[in-house]
């Protein structure tokens, strides 16, 4: 774990963009305290994939990394190697403009400086790649390497959230589906547990119950981008057995191959 940390750590000093960082889902609430001025929407996204700008966003920073896994690892290593893979994936697959954006510092403070780099030059896709986790009260105690570690084995599966207040909702809403919907072709579930009262302050509209597009309004890196955007859950990390696929070749390469073959759908469609 140590060593895969330091490797993460040494990629991603060398591709940091600048020191911005995501809002948490427990920061959410906060955040949407804090006065917005509505984003200038960009032109509604047409589609000729090599000048397809979509831009591929590391959840969290290493400073602060977002949830911890079951074996106690961070959340931002995988979504980093995720982001990467999707990235390169898009790429190959003649999405040429596909860019990673990787962030760094402290969440509070650089809040706002992550969606200003993405609201920089043309995007036209927003895409924030996250792994999931529960909340608190439903944390249960194992010993994993000799430590008191914790786990939740009670939900799995990915979730695709798109915010109303985003100004190309309606696109983004198409997307989220799109991608939803090649998740589905590779046989993954998605996690239905967010409409469920036990998630309390993290409970959300299922705007999609076939493939599992929530709604999320107030969170800032899809309400304050200008180009349509998402936010994939891509799994649960706090589950002890999805942890283990989250890790495996096979999961990434669905993932991956699920969100370019959306995004192709998309474009021919355009
Ligand atoms: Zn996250």
């Not at 931002?76 to 040429?96: D, H, M, V, Y």
């Not at 119950?209 to 994939?232: E, F, M, N, P, Q």
Request: some cysteine.
């Amino acid at each position: 774990m140590g060593q895969s940390r330091s490797i993460i750590a040494g990629l991603v000093a060398s591709i940091l963009l600048s020191s911005l960082a995501l809002v948490d889902a427990g920061e959410a609430a906060a955040a949407r305290k804090i006065a917005r001025p509505r984003p200038k929407p960009s032109p509604p996204a047409k589609c000729e994939m090599p000048r397809f700008r979509i831009v591929v966003d590391v959840g969290h920073t290493p400073d602060s990394y977002g949830a911890l896994s079951a074996r106690n690892d961070p959340e931002f290593g995988f979504n980093f190697r995720l982001a990467r893979l999707i990235t390169a994936k898009l790429k190959s697959e003649g999405f040429a403009e596909a860019r990673l954006l990787v962030t760094d510092g402290k969440a509070r403070p650089s809040l706002f400086k992550r969606i200003s780099a993405a609201n920089q030059g043309r995007t036209d896709l927003f895409l924030s790649v996250h792994h999931d986790s529960v909340p608190d009260k439903l944390l249960e105690t194992w010993e994993f390497d000799g430590a008191k570690s914790y786990f939740s084995d009670r939900f799995s599966g990915h979730s695709l959230f798109v915010s109303r207040q985003n100004p190309h909702f309606a696109t983004s809403l198409m997307l989220a589906r799109m991608i939803g919907r090649q998740l589905k072709e590779q046989g993954l579930r998605y996690a239905s547990q967010y409409t469920l009262p036990v998630m309390g302050r993290y409970r959300r509209q299922l705007l999609d119950k076939d493939v599992g597009v929530y709604r999320y309004d107030g969170l800032i890196v899809l309400s304050r981008t200008r180009s349509a955007a998402v936010l994939l859950e891509a799994g649960s990390i706090i589950n002890r057995d999805e942890e283990m696929e989250l890790n495996s070749a096979e999961r990434h390469e669905a993932v991956a191959g699920a969100v370019a073959a959306a995004m192709r759908e998309f474009c021919e469609t355009r």
